[in-house]
């Protein structure tokens, strides 16, 4: 029983590129969550999402970030326009189900920008 | 908002006893995780506390009382492969369902012989 997955593992960037990070989640798992560890820095929620829907985006920014999760496939975390910032380990978690399930993380993509 | 205090490290001996602390404030308490995460790997669960009280689980055990909003996670028999990061995280029925976890900075714990 395979868990959550993300790929790539490792993605390197230039400044004004798009980086693009997949999240498939456990099998059975309809809930899916995104979050940031900068170096150095504990982890921090991003978004939350459920098939086709976003439930939850009060810790992504503004601007240049944006996920979804189709009904088909994976939960993608989009990047626009990157910065040196951005630079972190992104992990993704799914839960089987909401306001109850516990939480698996998978490995983490880990962005650097150039 | 949410805030979420721990040691950020400390140092045990192999075959010893290790307290993590963890003190929390949060506006809508929905449970408290452990988690221990490996440099460069991914958090793994270790316990799960929505009411109060000890859970254990093997050589780990963890304990939450909600009025005074503190968990503890408890290590025996320390091993050198239990060197790692544990987090603290809490659930809180906010906005969207409520199933954002909020992490404090972890506690790295070092084993020594």
């Known amino acids: 029983n395979a868990g959550v997955m993300q790929n790539p593992r490792h993605l390197v960037r230039r400044r004004g590129q798009e980086a693009r990070l997949r999240c498939s989640p456990m099998?059975?798992?309809?809930?899916v969550y995104w979050y940031r560890q900068l170096p150095e820095e504990g982890l921090k929620f991003m978004v939350y999402?459920?098939?086709?829907?976003?439930?939850?985006e009060s810790g992504m920014p503004k601007e240049r970030f944006s996920a979804e999760f189709p009904k088909e496939g994976p939960s993608i975390l989009r990047i626009q326009q990157v910065v040196r910032g951005d630079s972190a380990a992104y992990f993704c978690a799914s839960s089987a189900q909401g306001a109850r399930g516990e939480q698996f993380f998978g490995p983490g993509t880990r962005l650097t920008v150039l | 908002g949410q805030n979420i205090d721990q040691p950020t490290e400390m140092t045990a001996t192999e075959g010893a006893i290790v307290q993590i602390n963890c003190t929390y404030q949060?506006?809508?308490?929905?449970?408290l995780f452990w988690y221990q995460q490996h440099a460069g790997e991914a958090p793994t669960f270790l316990s799960y506390?929505?009411?109060?009280g000890l859970e254990e689980k093997g050589r780990f055990s963890s304990f939450l009382s909600r009025s005074k909003g503190y968990s503890y996670l408890l290590l025996k028999e320390l091993q050198m492969k239990d060197s790692a990061s544990y987090l603290c995280a809490v659930r809180d029925i906010g906005a969207g369902g409520g199933n954002k976890l909020t992490f404090g900075t972890g506690t790295q714990l070092k084993v020594e012989l």
């Open positions: 506390n929505v009411l109060d």
């Open positions: 999402l459920q098939k086709e829907n976003i439930i939850d």
């Open positions: 099998k059975g798992h309809s809930h």
């Open positions: 949060t506006s809508g308490f929905n449970g």
